[in-house]
Every structure is written in structure tokens, then in C-alpha cells.
């Protein structure tokens, strides 16, 4: 396909159902009937402006859903089932393991309960971003902790999110940060924070290995507290030296300090001298781009859509809501090359689905049971290759940065017929957990369509929630016939007996007769390729 050629402009065309599934199904996990309906009173700008507000006010923290079976050295029986453990330090190996889980349990029940908001999709990018595995972490706490970090800054400044990151007990464990000392400097992190996390590896980014050489003289001192659950600068392990860089950094120096301020003064020096580059903003642009629109940055999208988008980063200081703002309202984001062009993570086809097809889970009060369904979504997005909390390595998910195949690494011969598996449970069987079944429920989902009784209309306004590409007429027409019509031609066959059941639910024959055809239906469309698009 060509590269398109649409810019930054406002976008001012037509906002139909169309550019509302689209604008949400990129911004938020699924695009719900319900929301899809409240966008629709909304300009684009007011739709925008809304996704792009995110509720201040930090979410409940993961409670205790595990038990202490097998704990021999330090259960935490001081906290009560069903209450919260991130501020309760423990060193034991098993609790910790198992706090992890409770952590990445409770993190999918807040993407399956998200706010209308970006919030969640740009969380999950910032891990991306910022990766770190809980497996090297080790610490619940210091994982949490990080996260929180993530979901603080989310839409804020991202300069200032470095400079958090930079000294996160999870990150100065994950990239070795407390043991970095003036008497064995560890390049680790500042290499990363170049070359993944502020620079990139473009063909304009031309720090050097003196660079991170230096960098790492800058980041030494610090180290963990696993009691007080925070980092702390230690002036007897740094480097007091004075720090030289490249000429990519305008041959910087970095003074070397001695006091107890010296950690955080020569960061703040180090950052401002990384961020006054060109490649930083250009860098983050780009990752953005993939994450939101799409992996192709063409010649002409690099002039066109990244070069301005950096500019209007570094005019507003590193805050992230006007990048996003441009992009989200451009005509650029609305080209029609850019809809249905992504392939969904795993994230997005299992948290996705849920939504779309509106999954009742039990009261918030069954903290049990959630968490229990939670963690049966975990599994899915582990064997569909994204372990949220894990991803494989300080890079990030390959999906958005290996060339050439970017996204259609998520699918192979391994992953689709187990993206398929699992939409065929959710329709067919659902899943059970203290007599409590989560399953997608093709009859609720049918009513709240507008003419779910006329069977062509059905199959439209189906399609225009849950694929982001139209099936051919024909193709459509088959598949009403074989599936609606039970094999015959009069779409009568379908209208009368919705309507029977609509009037009397209680005539189980006919009753029967709706459910396994919408059954049949939805699985089949999951089933599509299409369906794997958004």
C-alpha cells in the first residue's frame, strides 16, 4: 500500500460510528456499545479532550487473594485476606511470587473495568517503554511501586517520568542500578536509558560508548531499601569526578559533586543534556506512533507526522497530552490506510473481547472470584506470547520494534488457532469459578444492537462494533443464510423467531433456536481473520 500522505490537520471529516470505534478501539481496550453511544454526542475534539483526561485519584491497590500453603519462612498472616499488601515488606520467595500474580490479577481487572479514558492503553505502553520483568525484580513490592510510577505520570511529563524511572527501586534492580559504584561502574542502565528509553538507535542518534561510560559514572550511588520500599543516594559510592561526553552532546561536562545532594544534581544535569538532543523527541514520537497508529514510518510519515510531532513535544516541554492531542484529532490518525491496519496484541483481543461483548463478572465485593476469572485471562495472554509485567526483554515487546515483521510477530501458527480456542470458549462455554460464569452472552449482546430482528442489520451493526474491515456483500449474505437462516433464504427464518423469543423468552424450543444461532455467529466472525484487526 502507498504511504499516506495526510498530515497533522485537524481531521474534518465525517464522525460516525465509524471514527468512534476506530478512536477507541486505539485508545482503550475494546470498543464498548455503551461508549460508542456516549462518544457519539461528543465532537471529535470533545472526544479527544475526554480520553485524553485521565481520574486522578490512584486506583484500589491489589488485595491478598492467595493463601500461605507451603510458606515456611515469613507467611503474612499480619495481612487479613482480601486487604491490601504493597506496603508490607517480606522477604520470603514464595509470598513474593505469589504477590506478583496478585498484582498482574488485579492489573487486568483494571483494564477490564477502565474509565473512558486512555489510561490503561498508555499504562501498558509505558511498560512497554520503561520494561522491567517482575521475574528479576523479585520484589512485590518494588513492583507495584513501579507500576504506580507508570500510572502517576501517565499522561504527565515524560521528562520527569525519566528522572523517577532513573532512580524506581524496580528499574535499579532490573537494570542493576544498586550496584553501580564509583569503584565498579555498571553501564547497564546508562546504556538502556540512551538507547531504548531517550535517543533510540536512529540513524541521527550518535551517542557513543564514552557516552555510556560517562552516563554510568553519573548514575553510581544509589541503592535499595527493601523495608521502607524506596531508593536512597549514597555520596561514599559515587563518582565525584567530572563527567565528558561526545560531541553528540555538545561536548557536555557533567561536574562532579561529593554531598549528599550530588545523586539528583548530576541526573538533573545528565537528563538535560540527553533531552536538549533533537532524537529524543523525534524517538518518542516514533514509539508512539507505533503504538497508537501504526509501524510503518515511511519517509514521507517521518516529514510529515514525526518531525511536527516532535516539535510540538519539545515547544510544550516533554508533556505527552499535546503530542497525543495533535495525533488523535489529525486527519492523518482518521486516513483511511490507518484503520483496521493493527493487529491486536494479546492484551487487546482478550481485554478487548470482554468489553465489546459486555462479560458480567461478579460484584467488586468477590474480590475471590475476580481475581480468580482475572487470572484465567492471565493465562491466555501468557500462551498468546504477552505475560503483562514480563515482557521478554529490557527492550520490550518485539511487536513494536522488530523489523520488518513489527505486529504480525502475535500471530504464527502457535498463536491463532489459541486466539481462536479462547473465543470459542467465551461463546460456547465460558468459564466457571464458585458456580460464577463469565461467557459472552450473543443475546445480551444482540439487544443492545438497534434492529437485532432483521438479520442483514444484525450482521452490520455486529460487524461495525467488532471488525474495523467490512466483509464483501456476498460473503455476508452466505453467511446469513447458512447461520440465521438455518440454510433458508427468507430472512423471516430469523425475524420470526427473534421476535417469538422477544415476546415469550419462555418458549424454550424457539429460545434455544436464538441463542445457538447468535452463537454460532459470533464465534464464527471471531474466527475470521478480520476479527484478529483493530
Known amino acids: 500500500m502507498p504511504s499516506p500522505t495526510s498530515t497533522l490537520k485537524p481531521y474534518q471529516g465525517q464522525w460516525t460510528e465509524k471514527e468512534i470505534t476506530h478512536l477507541l478501539k486505539r485508545t482503550m481496550f475494546g470498543a464498548k456499545k455503551s461508549d460508542v453511544d456516549y462518544f457519539s454526542t461528543k465532537t471529535i475534539s470533545q472526544a479527544v479532550d475526554e480520553l485524553l483526561t485521565i481520574n486522578p485519584v490512584a486506583p484500589a491497590p491489589p488485595v491478598k487473594d492467595y493463601d500461605t500453603t507451603g510458606v515456611l519462612n515469613n507467611p503474612d498472616t499480619n495481612i487479613a485476606a482480601g486487604t491490601t499488601w504493597v506496603n508490607d515488606p517480606n522477604t520470603d520467595g514464595t509470598i513474593n511470587s505469589r504477590r506478583i500474580y496478585s498484582f498482574k490479577r488485579w492489573w487486568i481487572g483494571l483494564m477490564i473495568n477502565q474509565e473512558r479514558s486512555i489510561g490503561e492503553k498508555i499504562t501498558l505502553f509505558l511498560h512497554d517503554h520503561f520494561s522491567t520483568q517482575t521475574a528479576t525484580v523479585s520484589n512485590a513490592q518494588f513492583v507495584y511501586k513501579h507500576h504506580a510510577l507508570l500510572r502517576q505520570y501517565a499522561l504527565g511529563n515524560f521528562k520527569t517520568l525519566t528522572k523517577q524511572i532513573t532512580?524506581?527501586?524496580?528499574?535499579?534492580?532490573?537494570?542493576?542500578?544498586?550496584?553501580?559504584?564509583?569503584?565498579?561502574?555498571?553501564?547497564?542502565?546508562?546504556?538502556?536509558?540512551?538507547?531504548?528509553?531517550?535517543?533510540?538507535?536512529?540513524?541521527?542518534?550518535?551517542?557513543?560508548?564514552?557516552?555510556?561510560?560517562?552516563?554510568?559514572?553519573?548514575?553510581?550511588?544509589?541503592?535499595?531499601?527493601?523495608?521502607?520500599?524506596?531508593?536512597?543516594?549514597?555520596?561514599s559510592r559515587h563518582d565525584k569526578t567530572n563527567k565528558q561526553f561526545s560531541a553528540f552532546y555538545n561536548n557536555t561536562v557533567i561536574t562532579g559533586r561529593s554531598d549528599a545532594t550530588a545523586g539528583n544534581a548530576e541526573i538533573d544535569?545528565?537528563?538535560?543534556?540527553?533531552?536538549?538532543?533533537?532524537?529524543?523527541?523525534?524517538?518518542?514520537?516514533?514509539?508512539?506512533?507505533?503504538?497508537?497508529?501504526?509501524?510503518?514510518?515511511?519517509?514521507?510519515?517521518?516529514?510529515?507526522?514525526?518531525?511536527?510531532?516532535?516539535?510540538?513535544?519539545?515547544?510544550?516541554?516533554?508533556?505527552?497530552?499535546?503530542?497525543?492531542?495533535?495525533?488523535?484529532?489529525?486527519?492523518?490518525?482518521?486516513?483511511?490506510?490507518?484503520i483496521g491496519c493493527q493487529i491486536k496484541n494479546p492484551v487487546d483481543l482478550v481485554i478487548g473481547l470482554c468489553r465489546e461483548y459486555n462479560v458480567i463478572f461478579p460484584a467488586s465485593s468477590d474480590y475471590a472470584t475476580n481475581y480468580a476469572m482475572w487470572n484465567y485471562f492471565l493465562y491466555w495472554m501468557i500462551n498468546l506470547d504477552q505475560d503483562i509485567g514480563d515482557p521478554p526483554d529490557v527492550s520490550g515487546w518485539k511487536a513494536y520494534y522488530q523489523i520488518p515483521q513489527f505486529y504480525e510477530?502475535?500471530?504464527?501458527?502457535?498463536?491463532?488457532?489459541?486466539?481462536?480456542?479462547?473465543?470459542?470458549?467465551?461463546?460456547?462455554?465460558?468459564?466457571?469459578?464458585?458456580?460464577?460464569?463469565?461467557?459472552?452472552?450473543?443475546?445480551?449482546?444482540a439487544k443492545t444492537l438497534p434492529s437485532p430482528g432483521d438479520p442483514n442489520l444484525l450482521i452490520d451493526d455486529s460487524l461495525n462494533l467488532l471488525f474495523k474491515i467490512d466483509l464483501a456483500v456476498d460473503f455476508k449474505?452466505?453467511?446469513?443464510?447458512?447461520?440465521?437462516?438455518?440454510?433458508?433464504?427468507?430472512?423471516?427464518?430469523?425475524?420470526?423467531?427473534?421476535?417469538?423469543?422477544?415476546?415469550?423468552?419462555?418458549?424454550?424450543?424457539?429460545?434455544?433456536?436464538?441463542?445457538?444461532r447468535l452463537q454460532a455467529l459470533y464465534k464464527y466472525f471471531m474466527n475470521l481473520s478480520e476479527y484478529q484487526l483493530c
Open 477 to 516: 449474505a452466505q453467511i446469513k443464510k447458512d447461520i440465521l437462516l438455518g440454510g433458508q433464504v427468507s430472512d423471516y427464518y430469523w425475524t420470526g423467531a427473534w421476535n417469538t423469543f422477544i415476546t415469550n423468552p419462555a418458549d424454550m424450543v424457539n429460545a434455544n433456536i436464538v441463542k445457538t
Open 269 to 338: 544535569d545528565l537528563l538535560n543534556m540527553i533531552f536538549n538532543t533533537q532524537e529524543v523527541a523525534k524517538y518518542i514520537c516514533r514509539c508512539l506512533y507505533r503504538w497508537f497508529v501504526y509501524y510503518d514510518i515511511t519517509p514521507t510519515i517521518e516529514t510529515n507526522i514525526i518531525a511536527p510531532l516532535a516539535d510540538i513535544f519539545r515547544t510544550n516541554n516533554y508533556e505527552l497530552i499535546p503530542v497525543l492531542s495533535a495525533i488523535l484529532k489529525s486527519e492523518h490518525f482518521f486516513d483511511t490506510l490507518n
Open 167 to 235: 532512580i524506581d527501586p524496580a528499574m535499579l534492580v532490573f537494570l542493576n542500578g544498586q550496584y553501580n559504584t564509583a569503584s565498579a561502574p555498571d553501564e547497564n542502565y546508562g546504556r538502556e536509558l540512551q538507547e531504548l528509553f531517550c535517543c533510540g538507535k536512529g540513524p541521527d542518534s550518535l551517542y557513543t560508548e564514552a557516552d555510556v561510560k560517562a552516563a554510568a559514572k553519573v548514575l553510581t550511588g544509589w541503592t535499595n531499601n527493601a523495608s521502607t520500599i524506596s531508593s536512597s543516594f549514597f555520596a
Open 409 to 445: 510477530l502475535w500471530i504464527n501458527n502457535d498463536t491463532l488457532p489459541k486466539r481462536n480456542q479462547f473465543s470459542d470458549i467465551m461463546i460456547l462455554s465460558g468459564y466457571t469459578v464458585n458456580t460464577k460464569k463469565m461467557i459472552i452472552d450473543g443475546i445480551a449482546f
